[in-house]
């Protein structure tokens, strides 16, 4: 059973920065955060291959967000600055066995972790 952990979540004021972390994710998986705004669908926002750690982003976030991974400590990051108001939501991260990212499809998720930015 894989078990995906979320933190780092919290409120901050626009222009700052936070950095999510999960825990759980180890090597042998495709790692995606989704977040999800009240009354909105739930939308891909960042996600880091397996293998070679090829990253991906959603164009609403290219250029502040950044995710990485630590293999050694089984846990992925997302490093988000410069944030918006709009970035405010339930961050989860996820996980798939595959060797790609995806924007849906994963198999495994995480509680959440919840982000406000206030403006």
């Known amino acids: 059973q894989v078990q995906l952990v979320e933190s780092g979540g919290g409120l901050v004021q626009a222009g700052g920065s936070l950095r999510l972390s999960c825990a759980g994710s180890g090597r042998t998986f495709t790692i995606g955060w989704f977040r999800q705004a009240p009354g909105k669908d739930r939308e891909f926002v960042a996600g880091?291959?397996?293998?070679?750690?090829?990253?991906y982003y959603a164009d609403s976030v290219k250029g502040r967000f950044a995710i990485s991974r630590d293999n050694a400590k089984s846990t992925v990051y997302l490093q988000m600055n410069s944030l918006k108001p709009e970035d405010t939501a339930l961050y989860y991260c996820?996980?798939?066995?595959?060797?790609?990212?995806?924007?849906?499809?994963?198999?495994?998720w995480g509680q959440g972790t919840q982000v406000t930015v206030s403006s």
């Open positions: 996820t996980a798939r066995r595959g060797l790609t990212v995806v924007t849906d499809a994963y198999d495994y």
């Open positions: 880091i291959s397996r293998g070679d750690s090829r990253t």
